[in-house]
Structures are given as structure tokens and as C-alpha cells.
């Protein structure tokens, strides 16, 4: 069982950045994804990397100002966020599966973090 614990959220202001980390237990996936779900709304993808090829997809609300990376030596994943807007604010949960492909939806995942509250202000 794999788990995953995010850190890195917390408040910042609009044009501001953040990094948010997720740990994993044990690398017995391949993808990492980083999701992000407001209250009212459904989750929604926000970023993805394959752990071997290090290839990476983005939601297109957050491409060119958000950045996915991994480190393989401490079984991190890293979501650089840069030029944050209000809209940005969000639970961000990190989560791992075992697709053979880069995934942008959540079914595909199999393991999820607790998520970590991001919020933007004006």
C-alpha cells in the first residue's frame, strides 16, 4: 500500500508562487498526478508525470504557469506554481497509479494523499 502525504499549501497572494511536495511510501507506481477539487466543484487534473520517462501532461487552465517534476532519489513529486490566481484555490491532492500512460483522470489512479489546502487571495 503506497502512501502519499502532500505539504507544501498553505495562503498566498494573487501573482504568487508555491511549491507543493508529495513523499511516497514505496515507488511501486508509474504515474504521479496532482489534482485539485474547490468546494462546489467536481475534482479536477491538474498535472501529471511519468516516473520513468519523466514526460508530463497539464490541464490547460494551469499550463505555462505550473510546472510537475520528480525526484527519483527521494521518491518525490514536486508542483512548482507560479502566477497563482484566486480561481487556483483548492484541496490539492497528490495521487499515484500504475498506468502505462501519463493519466489525467482520477479513475485511473490507485493511491491518493490527504490533500493540502491551497488559497489565493486578491
Known amino acids: 500500500q503506497v502512501q502519499l502525504v502532500e505539504s507544501g499549501g498553505g495562503l498566498v497572494q494573487a501573482a504568487g508562487s508555491l511549491m507543493l511536495s508529495c513523499a511516497a511510501s514505496?515507488?511501486?507506481?508509474?504515474?504521479v498526478g496532482w489534482f485539485r477539487q474547490a468546494p462546489g466543484h467536481a475534482r479536477e487534473f491538474v498535472a501529471a508525470?511519468?516516473?520513468?520517462?519523466?514526460?508530463?501532461v497539464y490541464a490547460g487552465s494551469v499550463k505555462g504557469r505550473f510546472t510537475i517534476s520528480r525526484d527519483n532519489a527521494k521518491s518525490t513529486a514536486n508542483l512548482q506554481m507560479n502566477s497563482l490566481k484566486v480561481e487556483d484555490t483548492a484541496v490539492y491532492y497528490c495521487a499515484a497509479g500504475s498506468s502505462w500512460y501519463v493519466a489525467d483522470r482520477p479513475g485511473e489512479y490507485d493511491y491518493w494523499g490527504q490533500g493540502t489546502q491551497v488559497t489565493v487571495s486578491s
Open positions: 514505496e515507488r511501486t507506481f508509474t504515474t
Open positions: 508525470v511519468g516516473w520513468n520517462s519523466g514526460g508530463t
